[in-house]
């Protein structure tokens, strides 16, 4: 079966802009989860998803935020883009509770 | 916190050598995963080791995990050119099903030809 796929994979903005990125899961996994990769800071966990509600949020600003639909499908929206932000953005999906998570490819995002 | 910590922080080996990469953590977990990261693309999930089990096979690969040391180790056996990779461990929270990993920094494992 597909794996996880985020869109797009690669991403240059402009400091102020704003971007939405994409995950679309596993079918079947109800749970999306996001973190940013930095080369400083390592892998940090930006916010998880199951069934359309947000259940935990990561010690990032207001100006990251997500949902999800009810084909659990997410989207992660940056606003006014910093050059901090200029990470590796990474989704996965899971059934839930505690089951293997899968990871998709991930949406490298570059801040200009 | 309960970010995990891998060690070592790099690793390079021949060909058909072992490589052992330890992790440690801080708190009580209900699983711990091992994941595999080719320079700058996706995580790819190796093996899940629940904190009843004390080891895993998978193919080349032998997970271990000591509850009571707060520590996971992953054993590549006769590795490969192809393995060379960042490899993370990553754990839940005990209680916790709000799908949330704490991920260690990684090891930089090398193999070379």
């Known amino acids: 079966k597909a794996g996880v796929t985020q869109t797009p994979r690669y991403l240059i903005k402009t400091r102020g802009q704003q971007v939405t990125l994409s995950c679309s899961p596993i079918s079947g996994h109800r749970s999306v989860s996001w973190y940013q990769q930095t080369p400083g800071q390592g892998l940090q966990f930006l916010f998880e998803?199951?069934?359309?509600?947000?259940?935990n949020k990561g010690n990032f600003p207001g100006r990251f935020s997500g949902r999800q639909f009810s084909n659990s499908r997410s989207e992660m929206n940056v606003s006014t883009l910093e050059l901090g932000d200029s990470a590796l953005y990474l989704c996965a999906s899971s059934l839930g509770g505690e089951t293997e998570a899968f990871f998709g490819q991930g949406t490298r995002l570059t801040v200009v | 916190s309960q970010q995990g910590e891998e060690d070592p922080q790099a690793l390079s080996i021949q060909e058909g050598e072992n490589a052992t990469m330890n992790c440690s953590y801080k708190t009580s977990i209900n699983n711990l995963q091992w994941y595999r990261q080719n320079s700058g693309r996706g995580l790819v999930h190796l093996i899940l080791?629940?904190?009843?089990?004390r080891e895993k096979h998978s193919g080349r690969l032998r997970v271990t995990l000591d509850t009571s040391k707060k520590s996971s180790s992953l054993l590549i056996t006769a590795s490969r050119a192809a393995d060379t990779a960042s490899y993370f461990c990553a754990t839940d929270a005990r209680g916790s099903t709000l799908g949330r990993l704490y991920f260690g920094r990684g090891t930089q494992l090398t193999v070379w030809p």
């Open positions: 080791i629940r904190s009843n089990e």
């Open positions: 998803y199951f069934s359309e509600t947000q259940r």
